[in-house]
């Protein structure tokens, strides 16, 4: 009972940070010391042992998206320069810092700038007529912000930037639009069970190129969450933002 009640507690925290960009989910459970058996348990389908971890993670979504979703109502440009100061300081935890980059990993890099720049949809708003999206969009973003999560160093939440319906499931989860959340849920479930294993085994082999590209898709469809107007607040939120999360991603590359 204990067990359980501590696997809801370190869900819920869970739950609270994967909702922020920038934030590694495989990051925190390196640290909680679970990473290793949980991989091990989730190619095995041995997934009872982490049902209340799985209560406890949304409940944390639930609540943590609520609040940001309230924040992003009413202080749409603050909410927009804090996650954009997050996002942006979480490419020293996807990119090795430490090793001097090759010609290729800077035009890997900037291709996925440019890629990540156009791809990306029009600037985070959360108004209630962005609610709907594509099902197979949800069901993609899903699967592989769920398996990315797992991933240590990989903010699972920075793929639903990329394919532009960060906003779109923040709202979902707010108004509990059974629709997104069904689809969207479907894909975080086949993600975590299919592609995680693979992911990884991808990721470990080709770790150097993929984090670049990867670190330049998070740069290039940061241009979503550019604030409409810029003042002392704006760059005190973003400074802020940046500064913990560069801060924090010490801990992600000690992790890996």
């Not at 590694?24 to 041995?46: A, Q």
């Not at 430490?98 to 290729?104: A, D, G, L, V, Y």
């Not at 330049?216 to 969450?225: A, H, Q, V």
Request: proline share 4%.
């Amino acid at each position: 009972m204990v067990n359980n009640l501590l696997s809801v507690l370190k869900g819920f925290i869970l739950g609270l940070i994967i909702v922020l960009p920038g934030m590694s989910g495989g990051t925190v459970f390196v640290i909680l010391g679970m990473y290793e058996n949980m991989i091990k348990d989730i190619v095995r389908f041995n997934l009872k042992p982490y049902i209340p971890l799985l209560l406890g993670i949304a409940g944390g979504i639930y609540i943590g998206g609520n609040i940001f979703t309230v924040f992003f109502l009413s202080h749409r440009d603050i909410t927009a320069a804090l996650l954009l100061g997050a996002l942006l300081a979480s490419v020293r935890a996807v990119i090795d810092v430490k090793q001097r980059p090759h010609i290729k990993h800077l035009l890997i890099l900037f291709f996925g700038v440019v890629f990540g720049y156009f791809t990306a949809g029009e600037s985070i708003s959360m108004f209630p007529s962005k609610i709907e999206a594509n099902p197979w969009l949800l069901f993609i973003g899903g699967a592989f912000s769920s398996a990315a999560m797992i991933i240590p160093g990989i903010p699972g939440s920075s793929v639903l930037f990329i394919l532009s319906i960060y906003d779109t499931m923040l709202l979902s989860i707010k108004e509990l639009h059974i629709s997104n959340l069904f689809f969207f849920g479907v894909g975080s479930i086949g993600g975590i069970l299919l592609l995680a294993n693979m992911l990884e085994k991808i990721y470990d082999k080709h770790r150097d190129l993929l984090s670049y590209l990867f670190a330049g898709l998070i740069i290039g469809s940061s241009r979503t969450l550019l604030p409409y107007d810029i003042n002392t607040a704006i760059v005190l939120a973003f400074s802020l933002a940046f500064v913990v999360v560069w801060r924090l991603s010490k801990s992600t590359l000690a992790a890996q």
